[in-house]
Nanobody, 122 residues
Framework: QLQASGGGLVQAGGSLRLSCAASGGAFNTYAIGWFRQAPGKEREFVAAINWINWSGKNTRYADFVKGRFTISRDNAKNMGYLQMNSLKPEDTAVYYC??????????????WGQGTQVTVSS
């Protein structure tokens, strides 16, 4: 099971750190992904981190968050994180964490948390 937390209301330019707590399952052998869904829009990929660093790079980001968001994980604690800086009103959405394959496709992630609301005011 996954539990996302850390969302809230923040002004544009501010920061939030989302957390994803995992219980049960082989968390440490799956990628963690963060996705978001704004009202009236489809769920979209935000970032993913692989469970192992194969070639010096084990993270991937959507273009619209590069340089602003950082994904990380602590396998010892079964935790994933999404540090969000320089937030913009268009980042407002429900953010979901998931575990699965190291891709940017929601269909590749089989286990999902319940989502946490992020609201960025202008």
């Amino acid at each position: 099971q996954l539990q996302a937390s850390g969302g809230g209301l923040v002004q544009a330019g501010g920061s939030l750190r989302l957390s994803c707590a995992a219980s049960g399952g082989a968390f440490n052998t799956y990628a963690i992904g963060w996705f978001r869904q704004a009202p009236g829009k489809e769920r979209e990929f935000v970032a993913a981190i692989n469970w192992i660093n194969w070639s010096g790079k084990n993270t991937r980001y959507a273009d619209f968050v590069k340089g602003r968001f950082t994904i990380s994980r602590d396998n010892a604690k079964n935790m994933g994180y999404l540090q969000m800086n320089s937030l913009k009103p268009e980042d407002t959405a429900v953010y979901y964490c998931a575990v699965g394959a190291y891709t940017d496709s929601p269909g590749s992630f089989g286990s999902w948390g319940q989502g946490t609301q992020v609201t960025v005011s202008s």
